[in-house]
């Protein structure tokens, strides 16, 4: 099983990437709950520098809701991690978990659903942006 689902790009930068991948989520029912710019903490705890990296934890609620009433634990695996990262390239790289780990990970009553869904709505954010950034 594949981590994540990803794409990449190379017709648009960073900043329009990210700005494009919040609408997608959006638009496929997903909140952005936290942001992280890896790029700046390793810059200001380690002194290394890296290309531009920041993780989106994004979430939709009734999923959540529904997996969390499948088995507590899955909040160790909430939210939906989504990475919008600079390879080193011009191409500028969008990842989301694939729910389906949640699945493997946490195998309760009704998972495998919630897992399917949420696979769902995030390909579809990326299929939203393959048309935005095509």
């Known amino acids: 099983m594949k981590l994540g689902l990803s794409r990449t790009y190379r017709s648009a930068g960073f900043d329009q990437v990210m700005a494009k991948t919040r609408t997608a989520l959006a638009d496929a029912g997903f909140g952005v709950l936290s942001e992280i710019d890896v790029q700046a903490t390793m810059r200001e705890k380690l002194d290394e520098r890296m290309e531009r990296y920041t993780v ?26 989504v990475v919008v990262r600079e390879n080193g390239t011009e191409e500028t790289i969008v990842e989301a978990i694939n729910p389906a780990v949640m699945a493997d990970v946490a ?22 942006l393959d048309r935005e950034l095509a």
């Open 56 to 81: 989106l934890g994004a979430c939709n609620p009734p999923l959540a809701h529904r997996a969390l009433t499948a088995t507590r634990e899955v909040g160790l695996l909430l939210p939906c991690n």
């Open 107 to 128: 195998p309760k009553a009704g998972m495998a659903e919630v897992a399917a869904e949420a696979a769902g709505r995030l390909e579809s954010a990326l299929d939203a």
